[in-house]
Each structure stands twice: as structure tokens, then as C-alpha cells.
């Protein structure tokens, strides 16, 4: 059973433009909301990360929306460039006691054309 | 963030044989975590390890196939044994950082022939 949906599997997006990523989760346990980029031959690296008590956080150009009684959140990358071409995965963490686990999103693909 | 090391960063095994992945971290940390990424597809968690006690396996992951060591704060081992062509996949570790931020290791490309 999928607990965490990724839309859509892949993105082309021209340079200068919004790369929209949507993800949703069924798990009300879920406390912690990461995204992650993955260049090939490289291991995931933490993009950004919310939690459910803010509905939006940005970073640059990267920021996520969080809708928390949808059960959804995106990624939205503004101005979009071609060294963002890459994997994106959304995740959730749910926090065990005695671990916090992380369950994965199938992941989008990325590409930033000029 | 915690800087991690893997190696070996690729290999090409036999089936039949095993290969020991080591997994090193800059810093001290409570809990580290083992994934498998197969070819395009996302993160699987195999299990769980935390220092001086038995790692915990993921539904469909066992301790048999997939032997875990912790044996400090700052090392990992996860053995791939009795390899099958199936096993091909890139093997992943992680840290937990108190924000429960994780981080990745570079990962271990492994192709099983």
C-alpha cells in the first residue's frame, strides 16, 4: 500500500518557468514533510522540509504548500533552471517512539529545458 | 548536516556470494537507516539500526539476507547475502539528525550477474 502519491512521474518544464510537484499521504501520524533532490549517481539531498502547523515554507526559489485537511502538498521551483534538472521525492515521517521513518513518494523527473 | 561516506560506491558480484556495505558518519548518531533504490524506482527501507541493539527489519526484509552491524555511533554494515540478480539496486544509508531531518550517503551502485 502506497502511503505517500507523487504526481506526475515527469516534468518538462523551459527555463524560467514554475515546476509544480504534488504529492498526498492517507497517514494522519505524519508529522514531517521533506523533499528531496537526486541528481544521477548521487545519494537524495534534503531540498526543503514543513510541518503540518504551516501551510507554506519558502526557500529561495524553492517553496512547499501544505494542506493539511486535503492531505496534500507541493513543490513549486520558481524560475526554474537547468541544473534543477534531476529526481524530486516527496516523503513523510512518522515518528515510532523510537524512530522517526521515513516513507517515500515514487518520485518525479525533472527536466529544465533552454 | 552530518557528512556520510559509503564504499565501496559500486560493485559487480557473482550470484550466489555476498557483499559487505560499510556506511561511515562525521559525527555521533543515535539512529541510522538502510534503503534500497532499485533501478528508476524510489526509497525502500530496509531496516533500522540502532546502536547496541538489533536492527529492525522492514515487511519484507530479513535478517538472514540482509545481515545489519552498528557497531558504534558512527559505523554501519548491511551484507547483501546470497546475492540474486534481483539484488541489483542501489543501497542507501542514512542518519537521523535531531530535527528528524534525514541525511543520504552517496549509496552503493551493486549489480548482481
Known amino acids: 500500500q502506497q502511503q505517500v502519491k507523487q504526481s506526475p512521474q515527469s516534468l518538462i518544464v523551459q527555463k524560467g518557468g514554475i515546476s509544480i510537484i504534488n504529492c498526498a499521504y492517507e497517514?494522519?501520524?505524519?508529522?514531517?514533510f521533506p523533499w528531496y533532490q537526486q541528481f544521477p549517481g548521487k545519494g537524495p539531498a534534503l531540498l526543503i522540509a514543513?510541518?503540518?502547523?504551516?501551510s507554506e515554507k519558502k526557500e529561495g526559489r524553492f517553496t512547499i504548500s501544505f494542506n493539511k485537511s486535503a492531505k496534500q502538498f507541493s513543490l513549486h521551483i520558481m524560475d526554474s533552471q537547468p541544473g534543477d534538472s534531476a529526481t524530486y521525492f516527496c516523503?513523510?515521517?512518522?515518528?515510532?517512539?523510537?524512530?522517526?521513518?521515513?516513507?517515500f513518494g515514487t518520485g518525479t523527473r525533472l527536466q529544465v529545458t533552454l | 548536516s552530518a557528512v556520510i561516506s559509503q564504499k565501496p560506491s559500486r560493485d559487480i558480484c557473482q550470484r550466489g556470494t555476498s557483499l559487505t556495505i560499510q556506511c561511515q558518519v562525521d559525527?555521533?548518531?543515535?539512529?541510522m537507516f538502510w534503503y534500497r533504490q532499485q533501478p528508476g524506482q524510489s526509497l525502500t527501507l530496509i531496516a533500522t539500526?540502532?546502536?547496541?541493539?538489533?536492527?529492525?527489519?522492514e515487511s519484507g526484509f530479513v535478517i538472514d539476507k540482509f545481515p545489519i552491524s552498528r557497531p558504534n555511533l558512527t559505523f554501519s554494515t548491511l551484507t547483501v547475502s546470497n546475492m540474486s540478480p534481483e539484488d541489483s539496486s542501489i543501497y542507501l544509508c542514512?542518519?537521523?539528525?535531531?530535527?528528524?531531518?534525514?541525511?543520504f550517503g552517496p549509496g552503493t551502485r551493486l549489480t548482481v550477474l
Open positions: 514543513i510541518r503540518p502547523d504551516v
Open positions: 542514512s542518519v537521523e539528525a535531531p530535527t528528524d531531518t534525514q541525511y
Open positions: 516523503a513523510a515521517t512518522e515518528d515510532t517512539g523510537t524512530a522517526s521513518k521515513l516513507t
Open positions: 559525527s555521533q548518531v543515535t539512529m
Open positions: 497517514n494522519t501520524a505524519f508529522d514531517y
Open positions: 539500526a540502532n546502536q547496541g541493539s538489533e536492527a529492525t527489519y
